[in-house]
């Protein structure tokens, strides 16, 4: 078994910056993948910020990377990256995969600056179809006891609250919290079914929860999709704040 590191390091909003930091220092001998060009294809209409790349397209990314039959890969990465890359593996038929936990601050041996020569390998893809739930089948099963859905977005995402991020605010009906930077919370028994905005940090909670035994699937166009749709959504009520009555002079009791 030989062993291949993939830096999948990236920024929302900034393409090209995950290979910045990958040129500036990396783990020597890795590879680089980029999340918005490798790992997702943006040429895909209607299907949320992060469409998942065909099987083709994923192969010929992970050929160049170095990966393929006998080769164990670890990733590394930041918001989700490595998580995309490990589910993307599996989805295409390589279980020998695993991530870095902690990236590469937890890398203790030395960096290495700009490009590396990677010789190729063939990435056979065998797509597997029982670890993606479609937007259509996630609306008939709204409500369904045996769903378990989380949604991996920030709380306040979750929460239904204004953000830069969210074209429309708020969240698919039912859906758990499960913020992708924080511990993976207790969840009920039932078929697990993770999203996020756009697919990628979903895969963080399906990756923990594949750590604790668990399988899971993933809705890969995440709320960035099902808002576009107009799909059910719920937006928790937000309840004013209490207004003091006044006294009975008229006047406003001072505030203390």
């Known amino acids: 078994m030989r ?3 993939v830096d999948c390091r990236w920024e929302l909003g900034s393409p090209g910056r995950g290979r910045e930091l990958y040129l500036a220092g990396h783990v020597p001998g890795a590879a680089f993948l980029d999340v918005d060009e490798d790992l997702s294809d943006l040429g895909v209409p209607d299907a949320g910020r992060h469409p998942l790349p065909s099987a083709a397209r994923f ?4 050929s ?20 995309r890359l490990w589910w993307l593996l599996r989805h295409f038929g390589h279980d020998d995969c695993a991530v870095l936990a902690g990236g590469i601050e937890a890398w203790a041996g030395p960096l290495r600056r700009g490009d590396e020569e990677i010789e190729p390998e063939r990435f056979v893809p065998r ?14 099963r709204l409500g369904d006891p045996s769903l378990v859905l989380v949604d991996s977005r920030t709380p306040n995402r979750w929460r239904g609250e204004p953000n830069p991020l969210d074209d429309r605010p708020g969240r698919i009906p039912g859906a758990r919290n499960a913020p992708w930077a924080e511990p993976l919370p207790e969840l ?5 079914v993770a999203y996020c905005g756009s697919g990628v940090t979903a895969c963080v909670a399906l990756h923990r929860a594949s750590l604790q035994g668990r399988g899971g699937r993933l809705y890969p166009g995440s709320w960035s999709e099902w808002s576009a ?7 928790p009520s937000v309840e004013p704040p209490p207004v003091e009555p006044p006294s009975a002079s008229g006047v406003s009791p001072p505030r203390r």
């Open 3 to 5: 062993y291949r590191f």
């Open 59 to 62: 192969a010929a990314a992970a």
């Open 229 to 235: 749709r107009r799909l059910p959504m719920e937006i």
């Open 188 to 192: 009920p028994a039932g078929e697990l």
């Open 64 to 83: 160049r990377a170095g990966i393929g039959g006998g080769v164990f890969v670890v990733a590394y990465g930041s918001l989700g990256g490595a998580e």
């Open 127 to 140: 797509e597997r179809d029982d670890d993606v739930i479609g937007a259509e089948e996630l609306v008939r």
